[in-house]
């Protein structure tokens, strides 16, 4: 009997990733009806993503896994009616080009890129940036992508300090943890980049004491989640002067409201949740080998600790 695997992401996808997923699981040997629109207690496995409205999972009675197209899964881990694992993307390409994002941003910084781009104002001033060596990054988060930023950013031999939940050792990064770990990590931090996931005991992370530990005129990138800093101490920080500028690729509203006062202010960038995206070539791959396991009795790969919420 096939399985049956219901996609339930943005319509959109579904033509992208039915000839992928098709492919994938037939080289894997998985006898598979894949579809958009199952009885629901006909599914195997559901390939998950937030807009695909699926809400309540109860009446999935044969449901063995459900695996995220997304990285983070904050809309999902919480779910009461889910009684089955939850597997979230870590994906090649997803990681690839967040490293290269954050990587970009931390350069503009770094070299004061707007000065020459954005400010020109016919001022001959030739101050050379210093050397990465000189600058000092921090980055929250040291899982799949904040490891993957840490070490580019260490390759460009850039000072890079990390902070995660567990103790790490990540070659060339000074790894921390626990809430010393923290305000040591952010009062040297002359760039911060977040790449926390989004669960209650990171809501806030940056808040006005933790703000307040940065080196004056200090950088923020956020691609990681808008709850992850409090807006409002963070425009504190921003007219104050402790903060210098921050880019910010994810709000706790999205699309960021056309009146919030991030938009408009001098010392922010706003980019609309670009930061990285899943790519369907590589998640498909991810995908296809989780229900293998399934298949095989394996243990499943990137698993959501639900306690945790990531
Ligand atoms: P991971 O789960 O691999 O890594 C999360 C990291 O955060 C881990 O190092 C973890 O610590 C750390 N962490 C979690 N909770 C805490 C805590 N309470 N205190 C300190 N550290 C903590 O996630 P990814 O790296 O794959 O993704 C990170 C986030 O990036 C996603 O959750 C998502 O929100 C965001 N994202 C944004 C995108 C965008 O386009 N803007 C695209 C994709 C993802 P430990 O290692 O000890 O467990």
Request: proline share 7%; glycine share 8%; charged share 20%.
């Amino acid at each position: 009997m096939p399985v049956n695997v219901l996609f339930s992401a943005r319509p959109a996808l579904w033509s992208v990733y039915e000839p992928l997923l098709t492919k994938y699981l037939d080289d894997a040997g998985v006898d598979v009806q894949l579809g958009t629109d199952f009885e629901p207690d006909q599914v195997d496995y559901v390939i998950y993503a937030p807009n695909g409205g699926l809400l309540d999972f109860a009446p999935f009675t044969r449901l063995k896994a459900v695996l995220s197209l997304w990285a983070g899964v904050e809309k999902i881990a919480d779910n009461e009616t889910l009684a089955v694992p939850l597997a979230r993307m870590v994906d090649h390409g997803l990681t690839q080009g967040m490293t290269e994002w954050v990587v970009g941003h931390v350069l503009r910084y770094h070299l004061g890129m707007d000065r020459h781009i954005t400010e020109q104002d016919g001022v001959w001033d030739p101050d050379s940036p210093p050397l990465a060596q000189e600058r000092k990054v921090c980055i929250l988060g040291l899982g799949a992508l904040g490891e993957a930023a840490a070490r580019a950013l260490t390759a460009l031999n850039f000072q890079v300090i990390g902070w995660s939940r567990t103790a790490k050792e990540i070659p060339g990064v000074t790894c921390l943890h626990d809430s010393d770990g923290l305000r040591d990590a952010l009062s040297q931090a002359e760039i911060t980049v977040l790449l926390l996931p989004d669960t209650p005991a990171t809501e806030n992370a940056l808040n006005a004491e933790t703000l307040a530990l940065l080196p004056k005129g200090a950088r923020i990138i956020n691609p990681g989640r808008g709850p992850l800093i409090d807006d409002d101490a963070l425009m504190d920080a921003l007219n104050s002067g402790q903060v210098g500028h921050a880019t910010l690729d994810v709000f706790r509203v999205e699309p960021l409201p056309e009146d919030h006062p991030y938009w408009a202010h001098p010392n922010v960038t706003v980019t609309p949740h670009i930061a990285s995206e899943t790519r369907p070539v590589t998640a498909a791959q991810v995908i296809c080998e989780n229900i293998r396991r399934g298949e095989a009795g394996e243990l499943f790969v990137h698993l959501v600790d639900r306690t945790l919420g990531y």
